[in-house]
């Protein structure tokens, strides 16, 4: 209950804030910031609430076990490595913040489950048959993980998983996320690949429409 009132407290602050720092000539960015973690501590106890009405293994988002149900070599090393509790928590995170109001925070929750698969894959060798397969029949939220380990390891590029993930993304996150492992893979692509890469980037959905997109798009055309 302490815990509880602690984070709606320290929550309602910084979104207030946050809404104050509207009128004063502050950094865009660090309003944003401030912003998110506010809301973020302001839903938490209601997802921690639901969380733990449900047994172990019956909530509905079990993010560990989608990734074994097609990459299981994968799924054991990020077992291994400790991450099984904390890729869940931050995918039920990621799932309860609907609506569009969400949609930065839900980006930032994001960011930093791919940013913990990256680490991971930095430091040990995942499939890539597994990984392809992985991006190829998981949910959104995985087929974001599964850039997420080739921006960690660029051995585990796929140049067919770069093309759907540009031309055809299921969310802006994969489709950024896609650029992202381009622009760093980017020597390690053939010319062929190369050039049709650029085409779907130059006729991608929706790539003008975030900016961090665009930004990517326009470093990789200059490359």
Request: net charge neutral.
């Amino acid at each position: 209950m302490i815990a509880r009132i602690v984070c709606l407290s320290a929550g309602c602050v910084l979104v207030a804030a946050a809404i104050v720092g509207l009128f004063v000539d502050v950094d865009v960015e660090g309003l944003i910031a401030v912003l998110a973690a506010g809301v973020v501590l302001v839903l938490l106890p209601s997802v921690v609430g639901r969380l733990r009405k449900f047994k172990a293994g019956q909530f509905e988002i079990q993010l560990m076990e989608q990734i074994a149900s097609t990459a299981r070599k994968s799924a054991e090393m990020l077992r291994r490595l400790g991450m099984e509790s904390e890729l869940n928590a931050y995918a039920a995170i990621y799932t309860e913040m609907r609506g569009p109001e969400l949609q930065n925070v839900r980006g930032q929750v994001l960011d930093r489950v791919v940013q913990r698969v990256s680490n991971a894959s930095a430091v040990e060798k995942f499939d890539p048959a597994e990984i392809k397969n992985l991006f190829t029949h998981g949910a959104p939220i995985i087929r974001v993980l599964a850039l997420g380990l080739m921006e960690g390891d660029l051995s585990l590029i796929d140049s067919d998983v770069l093309l759907e993930a540009i031309g055809k993304p299921l969310t802006g996150n994969e489709q950024y996320h896609a650029l992202k492992v381009v622009l760093y893979g980017w020597g390690r692509l053939s010319p062929d690949e190369r050039t049709e890469l650029r085409a779907a980037i130059n006729s991608g959905p929706q790539i003008e429409a975030g900016p961090g997109r665009s930004a990517l798009a326009q470093q990789i055309r200059e490359l």
